[in-house]
């Protein structure tokens, strides 16, 4: 049965297979992004922006990704943001993502020893030059744990997408599941193909904390 499968729906599967691995790559990659941007604004920014940040962080890490997609793909014509479903799914791992991202790189930022902080502004360097010679390389390596294990998490919440119709692995999978009427087996690929994910992107992740690591002992 399994090899039937296989055969029947490889070419489907590989297509949602590369459908997931771009929403997640994307939607990882911007949501960091600004994440970062958000952390920096909070904290480098001006005091009125800290409670709207807030606000935001909190609304989003608060209320469940399903529904955060549902009114931006359903309700966003209310306001006229008119969407399809792969831009409007990268758009909703963007914004999701990101408030985690912000407040694990608050994390980071305080984890920075203020004495390094503190020479690096008696030796005459600007707050940019702090900020991306010694704080960021610092924060990294303290936040990337972290960051790696929300990418991983990041990876399971593509699923969602299917609800809206971005045709990416879980899509596939129940339109075998529906046409077959074969349930064990697609769960099963399913199933294989996440823990294969979730392996590579655990794997990456080690080596660029060992990189980073390197990297700041290189400089001590």
Not at 143 to 171: D, G, R
């Amino acid at each position: 049965m399994m090899p039937d499968l296989l055969h029947r729906y490889g070419p489907d599967l590989l297509t949602g297979f590369g459908m997931t691995l771009f929403t997640w790559a994307l939607g990882t990659l911007l949501g960091f992004a600004l994440g970062f941007a958000i952390e920096l604004l909070r904290r480098f920014g001006p005091k009125r922006l800290a409670w709207p940040i807030r606000a935001y962080v909190e609304f989003i890490r608060g209320t469940p990704f399903l529904v955060q997609l549902f009114v931006l793909y359903y309700g966003g014509p209310l306001i006229g943001l008119r969407l399809d479903a792969l831009p409007a799914g990268v758009l909703g791992l963007t914004v999701y993502g990101s408030a985690y991202f912000t407040e694990i790189l608050r994390a980071g930022f305080d984890a920075v020893p203020k004495g390094q902080i503190e020479a690096a502004r008696a030796m005459g360097f600007t707050d940019g030059v702090i900020v991306r010679r010694i704080m960021v390389p610092v924060m990294m390596v303290s936040a990337l744990p972290a960051l790696v294990n929300f990418a991983i998490i990041l990876t399971k919440e593509t699923v969602i997408l299917s609800m809206i119709t971005v045709p990416e692995i879980m899509f596939q999978t129940q339109t075998m599941m529906s046409e077959t009427f074969a349930f064990v087996e697609p769960i099963l690929i399913l199933a294989l193909f996440f823990w294969g994910f979730v392996e590579v992107i655990s794997r990456l992740g080690r080596r660029l904390e060992r990189r980073f690591t390197h990297y700041l002992l290189e400089r001590s």
